[in-house]
């Protein structure tokens, strides 16, 4: 009896251990940005996690851009979260101003894997809440065919708008379609180019508005100047009838354009003339674009250790890295800047660098709850601009009577 007994414990046990042995973690994870063109990226990006941490397994909830941020509100608001989920930078600083992402400094994530300026983006009072993915910033690309017809010198990286405006003037006289300059009269493009001037659109304790501060009036002025009076370098959308500016730029039509890196692919394909980059212009010192895609970890998620496993090896996993190079889906925020060399080999464009020198001057939204509201008003304002004789002044004036209106700071 005793033995049998013994048998019976035996074989418990081991049940036991063979069940504890096979269980597994399952995660949802909810993305966007491999929405279409990197999807197979991303999921030989989890392939290659899970055969390394065969106890977790992911469960990929893919949206496209346009409903993401719609449908994970209302998960979240719902009280249904996925363990994961993706944010962009603009996107993040609200959702961690809500509490709406765990703290992970506790949890094992490999901070020297990273570049400090990532990690600082994803911090606050000493916290890390996020984990970088990816990063993108925007530059100034140039047409060297025009530059050489219109004899200017190539830009630096040490250019100023003045003398992006020169350039431009000269260009522009090279024909009644050539255009010396391009950069979009938008929400993003503002509040960078303010920043590169001392101003800001509120105040140091984010108590009050001050988009109409004199710094911010005389950086939409020059932006306006651009597309006004006889002097003007940039089309309006009328004189592009119908064509983007990225179709103007391979065309050959424009001398310069502030825009993507990841136009790198469309450029090198369509362009029939030699272009290079430099890091933008600044109108008093640089303030350029971080457009950063970071993964963040639900508070209510019971299975954080795990969550931020994987999001720490969907960051700085080198075989990761290495696939999302080899996809040239956006770059990496590692620290070790040897592993993109492969990435910098590559051309057009010769100078890649100016890519990691424009993070010397990466500057990030405000950091507001409200923040997609304020874009909304402070974009629909600047979007008339170009088609009216509304001074900056007068612009920003109804901005801030419009964001003071909304109470977006309370």
């Known amino acids: 009896m005793k033995k049998t007994l013994a048998l019976m414990l035996g074989a418990l046990l081991l049940f036991s251990l063979f069940l ?28 290659i996690f899970e055969s390394k941490n065969p ?10 851009y346009n409903d993401y941020f719609t449908g994970l509100a209302t998960r979240i608001g719902g ?8 944010l962009n930078m603009e996107n993040y600083l609200a959702y961690m101003l809500r509490g709406a992402v765990a703290d992970l400094s506790d949890l094992g994530i490999q901070r020297e894997n990273y570049s400090e300026g990532t990690l600082a983006a994803v911090s606050g009072d000493g916290k890390l809440y996020a984990v970088p993915m990816s990063f993108s910033t925007c530059v100034l690309f140039y047409n060297k065919a025009l530059f050489d017809q219109a004899g200017v010198a190539y830009p630096t990286n040490e250019w100023t708008w003045a003398d992006a405006q020169a350039a431009a003037e000269k260009i522009r006289a090279l024909g009644d379609d050539i255009w010396g300059y391009f950069q979009p009269i938008s929400y993003n493009e503002f509040y960078k180019s303010v920043k590169g001037n001392g101003g800001s659109l509120v105040n140091a304790d984010y108590k009050s508005f001050t988009a109409n501060a004199p710094e911010n009036v005389a ?99 080198p075989d990761i890295v290495q696939l999302r190079l080899d996809a040239s889906w956006e770059l990496p925020t590692i620290a070790d800047q040897s592993k993109l060399s492969q990435y910098l080999t590559i051309t057009p464009p010769a100078n890649r660098a100016a890519v990691f020198d424009s993070m010397d001057y990466a500057s990030a939204p405000p950091a507001l709850i409200e923040a997609s509201a304020a874009a909304e008003i402070i974009g629909n304002v600047l979007s008339t601009l170009e088609t009216n004789d509304v001074s900056a002044q007068e612009a920003l004036d109804d901005i801030q009577a419009q964001l ?7």
């Open 55 to 64: 106890d977790i397994k992911i469960d990929l909830q893919l949206t496209g």
């Open 79 to 86: 009280g249904n979260p996925p363990d994961v989920f993706e």
């Open 219 to 317: 950086v939409l002025d020059a932006m306006l100047k651009r597309v006004r009076g006889e002097n003007r370098v940039q089309p309006t959308l009328e004189d592009m009838a119908g064509r983007g500016d990225w179709d103007m730029f391979t065309e050959g039509k424009l001398g310069m354009i502030i825009t993507g890196i990841w136009g790198f692919p469309t450029f090198t394909e369509k362009a029939t003339f030699d272009w290079d980059i430099v890091v933008e212009p600044g109108f008093k010192d640089k303030a350029t674009f971080f457009f950063a895609n970071v993964n963040a970890v639900s508070p209510s998620s019971e299975n954080k250790e795990a969550a931020a496993k994987f999001i720490d090896a969907m960051g700085s996993d």
């Open 404 to 410: 003071e209106e909304a109470d977006l700071l309370k």
């Open 20 to 47: 504890t042995a096979g269980a597994e973690t399952v995660l949802t994870y909810a993305n966007f940005s491999a929405s279409g063109a990197q999807e197979e990226t991303l999921k030989k990006m989890i392939e």
